[in-house]
């Protein structure tokens, strides 16, 4: 992507959660282009420091006041939420944009905030407000493969998508995990998002980079690929060591436990102070290998992989890729997938990738 210089006359738009890994580093990326978002969030210290280093607006307020956030982002041409876990932040950004007319952009992988959106396209159609999450990793790659599956196999009755990425999880990242190990496995079967249990499906899959014993995970694709293809049954897999999946088959049975808020509360206060976000070298010198596998009733079958940035940096440069279409072009009102919004060549243009290859 290349560098952009804002149009001064443009309407504002605002990166919440500026102050957290991710946000930060689009905040970082967005001024280096020359836009000048609208830097927000609940931490007063970390957003107006942030701000004041890169000469942008900040503006501190939290999300459960709908009519207070609506009050903050009216006259933004668009909100890129970036402050997860995704299961309290989504719904009142995403009524605070519908009230305020703003586009709604996040980097979520979470199965319910995408079925949210959904929910919301007609709200949405009315309002003339796109509502687009997961315009980062890994919703970008899968997504495009998704639908470049659907295009080589329109036949196609099951699909099957994963990733190989090493690259380590930022604080958000990791609390999202937790909130899923204790909301179980999900697939899609006959067009229905079903609970299974965690590591349900186990297989071989060459993701790119080599052969490896995968899992099924509860990713956001179950959602977001039926709504790109119409493909009715869906699984996601990442890989895992022996010791890794029989961990997660464990945790099948203190799932419950898991559940409890209390635990949630303990485990998240944890994340907080323990885990940090890979640095740049690491994330520069770990790429990410993407893989799907569509097959129809005949048994056909066909398969695509493509190499991409690593997830955190392809986060960075696939929002603003998505940030840029959108203040470049009008788009009509309602709920999209990353494909859908900006077509299923969007990873191929994204730096570092390389090429989308279907076999």
């Keep these: 992507?290349?560098?952009?210089n804002n149009d001064s006359a443009q309407a504002p738009w605002m990166i919440y959660g500026a102050n957290g890994y991710t946000g930060e580093l689009i905040a970082r990326e967005a001024a280096r282009r020359g836009h000048r978002p609208v830097l927000a969030g609940r931490s007063a210290g970390k957003v107006e420091a942030l701000a004041g280093e890169l000469g942008l607006e900040a503006r501190v307020f939290g999300l459960d006041n709908v009519a207070r956030a609506t009050g903050?982002?009216?006259?933004?041409?668009?909100v890129l939420n970036c402050a997860g876990p995704f299961s309290a932040t989504a719904e009142p950004m995403m009524m605070a944009c519908l009230a305020a007319r703003a586009h709604y952009l996040d980097i979520t992988g979470e199965i319910a905030v995408f079925e949210l959106a959904q929910s919301l396209n007609d709200k949405a159609r009315s309002a003339g407000v796109v509502l687009c999450p997961g315009v980062g990793f890994d919703v970008i790659p899968t997504d495009c493969v998704a639908a470049s599956l659907k295009a080589a196999l329109p036949d196609a009755t099951h699909l099957a998508l994963g990733f190989d990425s090493r690259s380590g999880f930022s604080p958000g990242t990791a609390k999202t995990s937790v909130e899923g190990l204790a909301q179980g496995g999900k697939v899609r079967r006959d067009?229905?998002?079903v609970t299974v249990p965690l590591a349900y499906q186990v297989r071989r899959i060459?993701?790119?980079d080599g052969e490896k014993e995968a899992m099924?995970?509860?990713w956001g694709d179950v959602s977001t690929a039926?709504?790109?293809?119409g493909i009715a049954n869906i699984e996601?897999?990442?890989?895992?060591?022996?010791?890794?999946?029989s961990g997660a088959k464990r945790a099948n049975y203190i799932r419950p436990v898991l559940g409890f808020k209390w635990v949630q509360r303990l485990i998240k206060a944890r994340i907080e102070k323990t885990v940090k976000g890979p640095d740049e070298e690491k994330r520069a010198s770990m790429p990410t290998f993407v893989w799907g596998e569509a097959r129809n009733a005949r048994g056909e079958k066909k398969t695509a992989r493509i190499r991409t940035a690593n997830g955190y940096s392809l986060t960075i440069t696939g929002s603003l890729a998505v940030i840029e279409h959108l203040l470049a072009q009008p788009h009509a009102g309602g709920a999209y997938t990353p494909s859908k919004l900006v077509g299923a060549d969007l990873v191929s243009r994204l730096?570092?990738?390389g090429e989308l290859v279907i076999g």
């Design 191 to 193: 067009g229905h998002i």
């Design 236 to 245: 996601v897999f990442i890989p895992g060591s022996p010791r890794m999946i």
């Design 72 to 78: 903050e982002i009216e006259g933004c041409s668009l």
């Design 1 to 4: 992507m290349s560098e952009q």
């Design 351 to 353: 730096p570092e990738s």
């Design 226 to 229: 039926y709504h790109s293809t």
């Design 216 to 218: 099924t995970i509860p």
């Design 206 to 208: 060459d993701f790119g």
